[in-house]
């Protein structure tokens, strides 16, 4: 869709002045938390008007889809929240910024911002703007690590082996049991020194796990291990 023609279907569901509205800034679209919020930016600046639902956005989708990125701009951490909330399901293929506190160096409003800084030094707030990782994706930055002292483990009753990796996670750990039924293993028992036909042979399989002294689990470095051990 032509840029005005976007612009006139935004202008439905979205407060702004569009004599101020143009893709060709290069701040991309800041979206703030009210009128008078957007009246103070001016330039490339929206809200949702009041009494306007949130799916009203979706609705813009072609308008936004001429700017870069989208910004969210507002120093009201509350409504900031809510409009990362709201946004970032409803506009999954946007790029969207936010703009933290440090950006607005802690002013509670743009008018104060404005005050003690001058109009000209609005676009300095973009300092303060962190990308929102792509909806649907999981930030590992956000996931707590676990505590391993708590997880469940296995040992092999191998003291060294045990007492060097601290035992086998769940799924790390296969048993193969093939005493007594004639099987011959010599690739496995060349590994372990053995006849290849002991009267009792396990063989372990698991992903080596790096851990450090502090215990942290490295097992996803992607390296595999393979231990073939028998008993006479």
């Not at 933290?100 to 303060?128: H, M, P, T, W």
Request: with cysteine; charged share 20%.
């Amino acid at each position: 869709m032509e840029f005005e023609k976007a612009l006139r279907l935004a202008e439905q569901y979205l407060t702004m002045t569009p004599r101020f509205i143009s893709p060709k800034e290069p701040q991309g679209l800041w979206i703030c938390a009210n009128a008078s919020e957007v009246s103070k930016i001016e330039i490339n600046a929206v809200c949702l008007p009041s009494g306007g639902e949130w799916d009203d956005f979706v609705k813009c989708t072609p308008f936004f889809d001429h700017f870069p990125f989208l910004v969210i701009a507002t120093p009201n951490a509350l409504a900031r929240d809510q409009l990362v909330q709201e946004l970032r399901p409803r506009l999954p293929a946007s790029c969207i910024y936010v703009i933290q506190d440090a950006g607005f160096r802690n002013c509670k409003s743009i008018d104060e911002y404005i005050s003690l800084y001058g109009q000209r030094e609005i676009l300095s707030v973009l300092s303060g703007a962190e990308e929102l990782p792509a909806y649907g994706l999981l930030n590992l930055a956000e996931v707590p690590p676990r505590d391993l002292t708590k997880v469940p483990r296995s040992l092999s009753r191998f003291p060294v082996l045990d007492q060097s990796i601290g035992g086998f996670f769940a799924g790390e750990l296969c048993v193969d049991w093939a005493a007594g039924h004639g099987e011959e293993y010599p690739a496995e028992s060349a590994v372990a020194g053995g006849t290849g036909s002991g009267p009792c042979r396990m063989c372990l399989l698991w992903r080596a796990a790096e851990r450090t002294i502090s215990g942290m689990d490295l097992s996803a470095s992607g390296r595999a291990g393979a231990c073939c051990l028998s008993h006479g």
